[in-house]
């Protein structure tokens, strides 16, 4: 116990020399930070967002209007912009084909399928199970129906794939690679014709090859 005065001595002497020391920097407490007379101080800008920017048009799927023929052109060829966002160039289709065949099966967008079933390609569904509607004056199922979308766009998104996945374009995607590999980019005359298979009209590949000559080419800035 002798030692215990002196021990309480010693730290009694430590706790008031800590008092007397000045209070740790911090921030715009200390002198580096902020100096007498300096009531203005100006925050420099940052020279770059450092959050990064986020691409919300990449994922906002644009409408397809069908109110009228020049609408319903350029708001499909916008379509096209946003989904081409992820295709690859050697799986890309042209423009003025999509926008031709959309046409021949819409009326430029003014059927029943286009506007009920956001159909834009006559596609149809073997499935029962999905959703779908008939030709008008059908009631009964009788073994297919015409596949419904979300949205038209999503119809273009299916569009293009079956045509780069379905056996039945084989030919399509034969043409169009050996066309890429002599540098060039296909169009949609050099494709038109491989699509014998895509309807059962005769005429079809001429008339989706006449329209894109006469209706696409020249008219609209695609």
């Not at 200390?30 to 420099?44: A, S, T």
């Not at 916008?78 to 021949?104: G, M, N, S």
């Not at 034969?174 to 009209?201: C, F, H, M, Q, W």
Request: hydrophobic share 35%; with cysteine.
């Amino acid at each position: 116990m002798r030692y215990l005065p002196p021990i309480l001595c010693i730290l009694g002497l430590y706790f008031i020399l800590l008092g007397c020391q000045p209070p740790p920097c911090s921030d715009d407490g200390c002198p580096d930070f902020y100096k007498e007379g300096d009531d203005n101080i100006v925050i420099p800008e940052p020279t770059e967002d450092i959050r990064g920017s986020l691409e919300y048009e990449k994922y906002i799927v644009p409408v397809v209007d069908t109110s009228g023929k020049d609408e319903f052109v350029y708001s499909l060829n916008k379509c096209i912009t946003h989904l081409y966002q992820d295709v690859p160039i050697e799986k890309q289709i042209p423009r003025e084909l999509i926008i031709a065949q959309a046409a021949i099966e819409t009326g430029w967008g003014k059927s029943r399928f286009a506007n009920e079933a956001n159909n834009l390609f006559g596609i149809r569904t073997w499935n029962k199970e999905e959703e779908y509607m008939l030709p008008i004056p059908w009631t009964k199922w009788p073994g297919w129906g015409v596949k419904v979308f979300k949205t038209k766009c999503d119809s273009v998104a299916y569009y293009i794939d079956m045509i780069n996945e379905v056996y039945a374009y084989a030919e399509f995607r034969e043409v169009r690679a050996k066309i890429l590999e002599y540098g060039e980019i296909p169009n949609g005359l050099d494709l038109a014709p491989t699509l014998t298979k895509y309807a059962s009209r005769e005429n079809y590949t001429e008339l989706v090859a006449e329209l894109i000559t006469y209706n696409i080419r020249g008219v609209y800035d695609l």
